[in-house]
């Protein structure tokens, strides 16, 4: 990780980007400089997208690229998974987002001179993604070889309002003399490998072997191509996975002089040129307006005529109401979503931007997953993960929960496969995939994988989450609850009863993997054991529920799911004699049974050139030690805080803040909360830093591949559960606020059943006021107060809750003797400080691609 720590004491927001080329402005991130060099990285901050359709920050030339990229969410192409050894259950279906035909291409020749941004003459650049208008706009002076300066205005928008479009428009003035321009806008099938320019290939095309394979056999195979007036359309079907595709693009013109229009569309490629004699002063104008349908089971014929549909009624409406409309639709998001933090415009730019990738990633998936890199790149295959759930997910229930409901529906339509999949695995009820698109396991490394078991508990989290948030008893009755039911029945088989002489019985869970992954496949993993406790209880409770409330629905689920009073009594003695390993010795929670007789790993001598650890050491030599990639333990102390003591959380965050490596971008938020909660503020401020600029800072060096949805979610996270201090345990929103020195005001909007209630942090007190809906209770530090519309209220902060300097002592256990005698001295594998590490033998890139976050 690049992040550079400064002492403590300084709490004084970093800068990681140049602001020379990244100017501050609280709503926009602006460009005023093109470089190559990080072409990557631009590419992935300047994404547009919906959570439907994303295109990357590709320049319009076409031509310079880290990765083209154009993204459908959920389309996929799947292959078989071949492993080097075969066992029993492996997962079979690797699954890979496609990259979708390009609209982005719009090339601009001036008396035959093409402009290549990457070699072009430039007067003036600028580069603008408005996160209030929801468009990315660019202007820029070229000065062509023959000294002629032409201006040129761009813009690119995906709908957040249909989520089927993206728009485009392209004016070109000439300031100087009267030259012929032509321009050339196309629909490119890259899978195909066309490309006059012979762009750069794809990175992922090298760093993923699975992908490169693929390549060289067609994915999309073209159902339809043909022109009618302004408009093209090309239709396709994967062929593997048998997802079909159309899309449509349509031209307008506005120009007051004659021009000429040559269409030409083959299979895999559609181009209309433009060509005029433009004067002096007069701007051609065009407009692209590009549709994209996509089905499991539609042919492409019939989602041709969907795109028909979708450019005919953008013509009817006009361009500007769809820009006006993408307004509109960003205006009300932020009213229910902004976090100010005043009087820092770079942080809260930087906040900003990570809340938009929110809304990017998800906001019109409509019954699609989150995927690790939202519609921004093709890293981890367009996978979903628990990142859904644990991350983004707490951010859309309480701000736009209709998002939230549309990807645990998601969640519903998989259940079948889980099932399936428990089956294979042994397990009653239903085991949700560590990593998948169409619901089947795809995580060909069951270790770090399949075996991540709490990902069903993840999932009744976030299910029990909205459906308190919401109180849409109308989704738990007829889908949540069918997932709360199998998840426990999956708990309740998988653990088992263990008596030990003279300390009673206990519910065991052997043979799982925690968050933390670089411990694998582990008993009594502390993360798990709390998780699958809460599942059983909250499906338990849910049941219930329904029996008292909802007699009919009830009735139903007894004759789908053949629930019993007496498997219920199962779920709820399971869950209250569930084992939470506890260490006497140490006074803390052992992230698993033996995870406190392992060495612990020397974080503090370890070059910084051996890090992240899983790109320089085998897993096994990571899995001996007491190393942590991610929050685990701390995760589960912020999930489920009501069931530890704030000793207990102290004790167990100054045991593994010092060995958790964050390697993963899932772990720095979750540190900074329960830093935050603890009173450790400037570290949690500094952790809040590493993760509001993992993208904007390239602080992993991997922003290229795509924004680290997990962690914008969880920017939020830190905001609004770590300074802000909330908590949601029960039904009653919790405060007790921990705002950092040097802040004055930190404001965030909560919804809850229909309430939006503004909540401002000072250093002083805490003011509440409804913004919209009837009212609601708030409890701080333990008061019960009433909100309503009338007025808002303030109550008065006894300063923000425990502040410790600095971060927990790293060698405060060291020389610590174990229950077993032996003594804590940290080591480190025999070779860490050598340099030759035979890289060349190994595609790094490739395992990043497949293990790093
Ligand atoms: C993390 C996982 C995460 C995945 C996708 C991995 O590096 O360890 O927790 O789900 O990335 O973001």
Same mark, same amino acid.
């Given at each position: ?470 109180? $849409?008893?109308? &989704?738990?009755? +007829? !889908?949540?609850? /069918?997932?709360?039911?199998?998840? %426990?029945?999956?708990?309740?088989? @998988? ?96 992230? $698993?049974?033996? &995870?406190?007789? +392992? !060495?612990?790993? /020397?974080?503090?001598?370890?070059? %910084?050139?051996?890090?992240?650890? @899983? ?115 029960n039904d009653v929103l919790k405060f007790d606020p921990r705002l950092p020195d040097g802040w004055d005001s930190l404001t965030f909007r909560l919804s809850q059943r229909g309430t939006r209630v503004k909540v401002v942090v000072r250093p002083e007190d ?88």
């Amino acid at each position: 990780m690049k992040a550079a720590h400064r002492p403590f004491g300084d709490n004084s927001a970093p800068d990681y980007l140049d602001r020379l080329r990244f100017p501050v402005d609280p709503w926009r991130l602006v460009e005023t400089e093109f470089s190559r060099k990080d072409i990557g990285v631009t590419e992935t901050l300047f994404a547009v997208g919906n959570g439907y359709l994303g295109l990357r920050g590709n320049v319009e030339d076409g031509h310079d690229a880290h990765a083209h990229g154009t993204f459908i969410n959920g389309f996929h192409e799947t292959w078989k998974i071949l492993h080097a050894e075969e066992a029993y259950g492996f997962a079979r279906t690797g699954q890979t987002i496609v990259n979708v035909p390009d609209p982005k291409i719009i090339r601009l020749y001036v008396n035959d001179e093409p402009l290549l941004l990457s070699i072009a003459d430039l007067v003036s650049y600028s580069r603008v993604l408005d996160m209030r208008d929801g468009v990315l706009s660019r202007d820029l002076l070229w000065r062509t070889p023959s000294g002629n300066r032409v201006r040129v205005r761009s813009k690119r928008m995906v709908s957040f309002a249909q989520r089927h479009l993206a728009l485009m428009t392209f004016e070109v003035t000439l300031l100087d003399e009267e030259a012929p321009i032509a321009i050339s806008s196309q629909l490119l099938n890259r899978q195909a490998g066309l490309d006059e320019y012979r762009a750069n290939p794809s990175p992922d095309v090298i760093a993923d072997p699975r992908k490169a394979e693929r390549l060289e056999t067609r994915v999309l195979e073209p159902r339809l191509h043909h022109a009618e007036g302004d408009r093209v359309v090309l239709g396709y079907q994967a062929a593997s996975s048998d997802m079909t595709l159309a899309t449509a693009m349509e031209h307008w013109v506005d120009f007051e002089d004659d021009y000429d229009r040559v269409t030409e569309v083959e299979q895999d490629y559609a181009k209309h040129v433009f060509r005029a004699r433009a004067k002096p002063g007069q701007t051609f104008s065009l407009t692209k307006v590009v549709s994209y349908h996509t089905s499991r089971a539609v042919p492409a014929r019939e989602l041709a005529d969907r795109c028909n549909r979708t450019l005919d009624r953008v013509r009817s409406e006009g361009i500007s109401t769809q820009f006006e409309d993408q307004r509109q639709w960003l205006a009300d998001f932020w009213d229910r979503s902004d976090v100010e933090i005043e009087g820092h415009d770079s942080v809260q730019q930087a906040v900003r931007w990570n809340l938009f990738q929110l809304a990017q990633a998800a906001a019109r998936g409509d019954g699609h997953g989150i995927a690790a890199k939202g519609v921004t790149g093709s890293g981890y295959g367009g996978h979903y993960f628990w990142d859904s759930e644990i991350y983004a997910l707490p951010f859309f229930t309480y701000t736009s929960p209709v998002i939230a409901r549309n990807a645990l529906r998601y969640r519903y339509r998989m259940l079948g496969a889980a099932e399936r999949r428990a089956g294979e695995l042994a397990q009653n009820g239903a085991l949700f995939p560590w990593r998948t698109i169409n619901g089947e396991e795809a995580s060909a490394y069951y270790a770090a994988g399949t075996a991540q078991y709490h990902i069903d508990a993840d999932i009744a989290y976030a299910i029990d989450k909205y459906v308190r948030a919401t109180g $849409d008893d109308d &989704f738990l009755a +007829r !889908e949540g609850i /069918d997932i709360l039911v199998q998840t %426990a029945r999956m708990w309740a088989d @998988l653990g088992f009863w263990r008596r030990v002489a003279g300390n009673g019985e206990s519910f065991r869970i052997h043979g799982v993997t925690g968050p933390d992954e670089y411990t694998t496949v582990v008993n009594d993993n502390l993360y798990t054991n709390v998780m699958a406790r809460f599942n059983l209880r909250c499906a338990a409770e849910s049941v219930r529920k329904l029996q008292d409330r909802w007699p009919d629905q009830f009735s139903r689920l007894v004759s789908r799911l053949e629930v019993t009073e007496q498997e219920i009594q199962e779920w709820e003695r399971a869950a209250d004699g569930m084992a939470i390993l506890w260490d006497e010795q140490l006074g803390i929670h052992p992230q $698993d049974a033996l &995870f406190n007789e +392992r !060495e612990v790993w /020397d974080l503090a001598n370890t070059p %910084a050139e051996k890090r992240p650890l @899983l790109l320089h050491f085998h897993p096994l030599v990571i899995y001996r030690f007491q190393v942590l990639k991610q929050a685990d333990v701390v995760l589960a102390l912020f999930l489920q805080g009501e069931d530890f003591t704030a000793e207990q959380k102290k004790a167990d965050f100054d045991y593994y803040d010092p060995i958790t490596t964050g390697d993963s971008t899932l772990s720095g938020v979750v540190q900074s909360i329960i830093a935050a909660e603890v009173g450790y503020h400037e570290l949690a401020l500094r952790y809040f830093w590493d993760s509001l600029y993992v993208d904007l800072g390239d602080l992993h060096s991997n922003a290229s591949d795509g924004v680290h949805v997990a962690s914008t979610g969880g920017v939020w996270s830190a905001l609004v559960y770590g300074f802000g201090g909330f908590r949601d345990q029960n039904d009653v929103l919790k405060f007790d606020p921990r705002l950092p020195d040097g802040w004055d005001s930190l404001t965030f909007r909560l919804s809850q059943r229909g309430t939006r209630v503004k909540v401002v942090v000072r250093p002083e007190d805490v003011t509440f006021s409804i913004e919209e809906g009837p009212g609601l209770s708030v409890e701080v530090r333990g008061a019960r107060f009433s909100l309503t519309q009338l007025q808002p209220l303030t109550v008065p902060l006894d300063g923000q809750g425990p502040r410790l300097a600095g971060a927990p002592d790293a060698t405060a256990f060291h020389g610590t003797v174990r229950a077993d005698g032996t003594v804590i001295r940290p080591s480190l594998p025999a070779n860490v400080n050598d340099d030759v590490a035979p890289t060349h033998e190994i595609d790094l890139e490739a395992v990043a691609e497949r293990v790093q976050e």
